[in-house]
C-alpha cells in the first residue's frame, strides 16, 4: 500500500539551528501538509500546498517556517531558526482530492531542540 | 470556524468488549467530513475511518464503526471485540468547508486482558 515516507525518524538540533524535515508524499497525490503534535498535546495544522504554492497556513506558521516542493517528490519543512519550543512530532501528510478525501499521514520526526 | 471535542481523555476496556470512543463536532458548513486516526506509542498517525456528512448510512470498517448522530452533531467511534493492540490514542477529526483537517485532543484508550 502507498505510503508517506518522512526522513529522519528523529533529529536533535541545537536551539538557534536551521532544521530541514523531509517528505515524500504519495505519487499521485496533490495536496500536502504538514502537522505538528507536541507532546502530550493535540495534533495541529501547520500548512497546505497545493500547485506549488502555500494554500493555506496557522498562525503557528510564521516567518521562521517554509515549505517547498523542491522536485517531483520531496516536500520539506524548513525551520530557519529552532527555539526549544519547536520541539514536537511532525508530520507530513498527503491527500488526493484535498478536503474531501482521507490524509494519509507518514510515520512523523520527533523533533528535539536542545 | 469548525470544533472537535473529545471529553474522554482515558477510557478502559477489556480485551473481547466492544468500546465507544466519543467525538462531537461543529461547523456551519453543510458539507463536511469526520474522520478518526489511532496513534499507538510509536507515534505514527493511522487512518481508521471516514464519514461524509451527506452518506446515508454510518460507515464501517471491519471491526470499526463510526456512529454518525448528525441532528446531535456526533461520530463516536465503536470498536468491536477490543484486542490487545488496540491501545493507544485515538483521535477524532474534520474538514469543513475551506478548512483543513482539525483534531480533538484524543482519548487513550487502554485494552486489559
Known amino acids: 500500500e502507498p505510503e508517506v515516507t518522512q526522513t529522519p525518524s528523529h533529529q536533535v538540533t541545537q536551539m538557534g539551528q536551521e532544521v530541514i524535515l523531509r517528505c515524500v508524499p504519495i505519487?499521485?497525490?496533490?495536496?500536502f501538509y504538514w502537522y505538528r503534535q507536541i507532546l502530550g498535546q493535540k495534533v495541529e495544522f501547520l500548512v497546505s500546498?497545493?500547485?506549488?504554492?502555500?494554500?493555506?497556513k496557522s498562525e503557528i506558521f510564521d516567518d521562521q517556517f517554509s515549505v517547498e516542493r523542491p522536485d517531483g517528490s520531496n516536500f520539506t519543512l524548513k525551520i530557519r531558526s529552532t527555539k526549544l519550543e519547536d520541539s514536537a512530532m511532525y508530520f507530513c501528510?498527503?491527500?488526493?482530492?484535498?478536503?474531501?478525501?482521507?490524509?494519509?499521514f507518514g510515520s512523523g520526526t520527533r523533533l528535539t531542540v536542545v | 470556524a469548525q470544533k472537535i471535542t473529545q471529553t474522554q481523555p482515558g477510557m478502559f476496556v477489556q480485551e473481547k468488549e466492544a468500546v465507544t470512543l466519543d467525538c462531537t463536532y461543529d461547523?456551519?458548513?453543510?458539507?463536511?467530513?469526520l474522520f478518526w486516526y489511532k496513534q499507538p506509542s510509536s507515534g505514527e498517525m493511522i487512518f481508521l475511518i471516514y464519514?461524509?456528512?451527506?452518506?446515508?448510512q454510518n460507515a464501517t470498517e471491519g471491526r470499526y464503526s463510526l456512529n454518525f448522530q448528525k441532528a446531535r452533531k456526533s461520530a463516536n467511534l465503536v470498536i468491536s471485540a477490543s484486542q490487545l493492540g488496540d491501545s493507544a490514542m485515538y483521535f477524532c477529526a474534520m474538514t469543513s468547508g475551506y478548512s483543513t483537517l482539525t483534531f480533538g485532543k484524543g482519548t487513550m484508550l487502554l485494552v486489559s486482558p
Open positions: 464519514q461524509g456528512s451527506y452518506d446515508q
Open positions: 501528510a498527503s491527500s488526493v482530492l484535498g478536503r474531501e478525501d482521507g490524509y494519509t
Open positions: 500546498f497545493y500547485n506549488n504554492e502555500i494554500s493555506e
Open positions: 461547523t456551519s458548513d453543510p458539507s463536511y467530513g
Open positions: 505519487s499521485n497525490h496533490l495536496y
